[in-house]
C-alpha cells in the first residue's frame, strides 16, 4: 500500500514505504576514524507540564545512547542535538553527562561532553571571568565524570567580548587548567544566530587565524576541534593547518561524507562529531567499517545516499534540526511519543515532517517499517490529513 504526503506547494504524493530494511548491527568502534554522534534527549510527555524543570525520560535517553555504543560509534553528550539552550538546562544537562559517563564506563563506550556557559542568565552582558568560571564548573563536571570535554561555544561570550582578545584569554586558561585534552566547538551562527562573530571577527577569515592561534598555542592540550560552518573548503584549510596530532571532527552535516572519507592524497581527512548521526547510525557504522577495509568507494556509496537527508534536516532554520531527529527516533521505534523539551516538536511544518519521513524509510532507516508508516499515518491524522 501506499501513503499519502503532503508537500510544501499543498499538494499530495503517493509513497510507497520500503520492505527491505536495514538488518540490525553490532560492531565494535571503526579504527580508521573516531566517529561521535551527538544524540538527542528524549522528553517525558506525562512529566513536562507537572515540572518547571526540563523534564527528561531518563530510561529513554540512556536506552538509545546504548544503541549507538551497539553499534560503534561514540556519544557526544549534552551537546546542541540535546536541546542545550533550547529547553535542557545546565542543571538537567550535568545530569545527563553524570548518567551517559556511568553507562559508557559500563559498556566501554566511547564518551565527550559539552562544556558550556549556559548557567549564566541569559540577556545580561556578564563579564570575562564570570563566564571563565561557568566554563570551569562545567568542564570540572564533565571530567570528574569521566567524559571527554567538548568546549561549546558560549552565547554569553559572543555577547561579552571586546574582541579576539577576550577568546584567547578565556580559552587560554581553560586549556591551562583542563586534566585532559578537549575538543574546541566552533559552531557557526546557522546553528545559533547569537553566536555570530565568534573568536571576535564577523570576517571568517580573520575568525580562522584567531581559531588556529588557540590551538597551536596549547596544542597538547587540544584533542581536536570540531568545525560546524557547513563550509567544506574552510575544513579542509583549518584541517591542514592543524598541529600534528590534533583532529578535526566534522560538524558539517551537508558535507560529511566527502570530508571523512578524505581526498586520497594523503592529506588529512576528518574524523566525525555529527548530529546527523543520531537517526543515521546504522549507515554511519557500515560506512565506517568499509574505510576500515580500505573500501573508500564503499565507504561512499553508503553515506552519499544519506545526504539528500541531512540537508533535509538541517535546512534553515537549521537550528530546528532536532525536531525531524525526534521524529525519525520515534518512527523508528525507539522512543514511545513525538514530544520535545519545550514543544520544539512543533517547530517544523508537517510537510517537512513528511519528507524526513520518506527519505529515512528510503534509506532503510526504520527497523520495522509498518510501524513507521502506522505512526506516521497517526500524525497526519492528528493534522486531519487522510492518508
Not at 47 to 75: C, I, K, M, N
Not at 325 to 338: C, D, P, S, Y
Amino acid at each position: 500500500m501506499s501513503i499519502r504526503l503532503p508537500t510544501a506547494d499543498g499538494g499530495f504524493r503517493l509513497h510507497r514505504p520500503c520492505t527491505d530494511p536495514l538488518a540490525p548491527l553490532v560492531c565494535a568502534p571503526a579504527r580508521s576514524r573516531r566517529l561521535y554522534a551527538a544524540a538527542h534527549v528524549v522528553a517525558d510527555p506525562l512529566a513536562a507540564s507537572a515540572q518547571a524543570a526540563p523534564a527528561v525520560d531518563w530510561e529513554g535517553t540512556l536506552a538509545f545512547r546504548h544503541r549507538l555504543w551497539a553499534q560503534g560509534l561514540g556519544v557526544a553528550e549534552a551537546m546542541d542535538t540535546a536541546q542545550r539552550g533550547m529547553g535542557l538546562d545546565w542543571p538537567s544537562a550535568a545530569e545527563l553527562i553524570r548518567r551517559s559517563a556511568a553507562e559508557a564506563r559500563a559498556v566501554g563506550g566511547r564518551i565527550v561532553g559539552g562544556a558550556g556557559t549556559d548557567q549564566l542568565v541569559a540577556g545580561v552582558v556578564h563579564s570575562t571571568a564570570a563566564i571563565t568560571a561557568a566554563y570551569e564548573e562545567q568542564l570540572a563536571h564533565t571530567e570528574e565524570c569521566g567524559a571527554g570535554a567538548v568546549l561549546m561555544a558560549s552565547r554569553a561570550l559572543a555577547a561579552a567580548a571586546r574582541g579576539p582578545d577576550d577568546y584567547l584569554e578565556v580559552y587560554g586558561r581553560l586549556l591551562r587548567q583542563s586534566s585532559r585534552p578537549v575538543v574546541l566547538h566552533w559552531l557557526g551562527p546557522m546553528f545559533d544566530p547569537e553566536l555570530a562573530g565568534y573568536w571576535g571577527h564577523a570576517d571568517l577569515d580573520a575568525a580562522t587565524e584567531v581559531f588556529l592561534k588557540i590551538v597551536s598555542d596549547r596544542p597538547e592540550k587540544v584533542d581536536g576541534i570540531k568545525v560546524s560552518l557547513l563550509d567544506a573548503e574552510r575544513e579542509r584549510d583549518i584541517r591542514r593547518r592543524l598541529p600534528p596530532g590534533v583532529r578535526c571532527y566534522t560538524g558539517d552535516d551537508h558535507h560529511y561524507p566527502e570530508l571523512i572519507a578524505g581526498d586520497g592524497t594523503g592529506e588529512p581527512a576528518s574524523d566525525a562529531l555529527l548530529g546527523v548521526f543520531d537517526p543515521i547510525a546504522p549507515l554511519a557504522a557500515r560506512a565506517a567499517l568499509a574505510l576500515d577495509r580500505d573500501d573508500p568507494v564503499g565507504f561512499r556509496e553508503l553515506l552519499d545516499p544519506t545526504v539528500a537527508l541531512s540537508r533535509h534536516l538541517f535546512a534553515p532554520p537549521t537550528h530546528y534540526y532536532k525536531t525531524g531527529l525526534v521524529l525519525l527516533a520515534w518512527l523508528a521505534g525507539h522512543q514511545e511519543h513525538f514530544t520535545m523539551l519545550g514543544g520544539l516538536q512543533s517547530a517544523r511544518p508537517l510537510p517537512h515532517l513528511a519528507t524526513a519521513y520518506e527519505r529515512a524509510d528510503r534509506l532503510g532507516l526504520f527497523p520495522d517499517p509498518d510501524l513507521a508508516e502506522a505512526r506516521m499515518r497517526r500524525l497526519l491524522a492528528v493534522y486531519g490529513v487522510v492518508s
